[in-house]
């Protein structure tokens, strides 16, 4: 089956360094892969898509890269502040048996001033 | 714009009671997405529309677990009996399909005592 991991469950950074945050997946390398932000209380809101023939794709302060050879996704915040924490989400589309992406567990960042 | 509108936002109720939830979608979504997603875990579909066509109901446990799209907009997803496993979050999404980012709703927190 596809999966997708995010091997790191928590991350605490102090403001105004740089976040990164992992994203694995397996087996065959998805067309896309899709990041979302999830704050508590709150559904996930997207926030990037990168294609596969994309190295890199950045929106403001955000930047996540694309690795086929690695079979991975790396997702920066620069410049990080205390209301980037939130726990975000990769998720990728399904394989050919399955209709809808398909989600990690989420790295919980906290940025501490 | 609305967003992708649900509720109840909170549900308590005993084992083995019935309990429902609803979801609006996003005006012109045709595809309708209800995920559960467990503490600390990523969302986990269990079905899928388009439109008013349920095209992918295999992770839903269609013992205790039903669902519904009228008219192709909103939706309903019962679980009778509930379980106290089935505590969770229930997450409806709304997409205009392809590789686009979903919205989803800030869904309802159930919880079977």
């Known amino acids: 089956s596809q999966k997708i991991e995010q091997n790191s469950e928590a991350l605490n950074i102090q403001e105004g360094k740089t976040a990164t945050l992992t994203c694995n997946y397996t087996?065959?390398?998805?067309?896309?892969l899709q990041w979302y932000r999830q704050d508590p209380g709150r559904g996930p809101v997207f926030l990037l898509l990168i294609r596969e023939n994309e190295k890199e794709k950045r929106k403001e302060r955000l930047k996540v890269t694309f690795d086929t050879t690695l079979k991975q996704s790396l997702f920066h915040i620069t410049a990080s502040q205390p209301a980037d924490s939130a726990t975000y989400l990769c998720a990728r589309p399904p394989g050919q048996a399955g209709t809808a992406l398909i989600f990690g567990k989420g790295t919980t960042l906290s940025v501490s001033s | 714009e609305a967003g992708v509108v649900q509720s109840p936002r909170y549900k308590i109720i005993e084992k083995k009671q019935p309990v429902a939830f609803w979801c609006n979608p996003i005006s012109g979504h045709n595809t309708l997405y209800w995920y559960r997603q467990n503490l600390g875990q990523g969302p986990e579909l269990l079905i899928r529309?388009?439109?008013?066509?349920?095209?992918?109901d295999s992770q839903l446990p269609k013992d205790r677990f039903s669902a519904e799209r009228l008219k192709g907009v909103d939706s309903t997803l019962k679980i009778q009996p509930a379980e106290l496993g089935d505590s969770a979050v229930y997450l409806c999404?709304?997409?205009?399909?392809?590789?686009?980012?979903?919205?989803f709703g800030s869904g309802t927190r159930l919880t079977v005592v």
């Open positions: 529309y388009e439109n008013e066509e349920a095209v992918d």
């Open positions: 999404a709304s997409s205009t399909g392809g590789m686009y980012g979903y919205t």
């Open positions: 087996n065959y390398s998805p067309a896309y």
